[in-house]
């Protein structure tokens, strides 16, 4: 079973950024893919962005441009920064990741528990 440790959130004003960080440990044999997704309050979880172990990634529309991805796949890590950050971005976020836990799988999905972005002035 994988462990997934998010850390970075906090509180910040708009046009802020923060560096959001998730580190995968326990048994995995490899990592296909981790993501962000976000839940604000009433809403259902979203996508926000994803990164595969090739190094591709996606985002979502509502955070192109300002949310970048990055992976240290070495170290089993996932890096979101965030910059000029919106209110509409206030959120919980959490991580995601698509793993193999032996050589014979099956794939498996693990989530972190989750972490507090408030973005307010």
């Known amino acids: 079973q994988v462990q997934l440790v998010e850390s970075g959130g906090g509180l910040v004003q708009p046009g802020g950024s923060l560096r959001l960080s998730c580190a995968a440990s326990?048994?995995?044999?490899?990592?296909?893919?981790m993501a962000w997704y976000r839940q604000a309050p009433g809403k259902q979880r979203e996508l926000v962005a994803a990164?595969?172990?090739?190094?591709?990634?996606m985002y979502a529309d509502s955070v192109k441009g300002r949310f970048t991805i990055s992976r240290d796949g070495a170290k089993n890590t996932v890096i979101l920064q965030m910059n000029s950050l919106k209110p509409e971005d206030t959120a919980v976020y959490y991580c995601?990741?698509?793993?193999?836990?032996?050589?014979?799988?099956?794939?498996?999905?693990?989530w972190g528990q989750g972490t507090q972005v408030t973005v307010t002035s």
């Open positions: 995601n990741a698509d793993y193999l836990p032996n050589a014979l799988g099956p794939p498996t999905v693990g």
């Open positions: 326990g048994s995995i044999f490899s990592i296909n893919a």
């Open positions: 990164i595969t172990s090739g190094g591709s990634t």
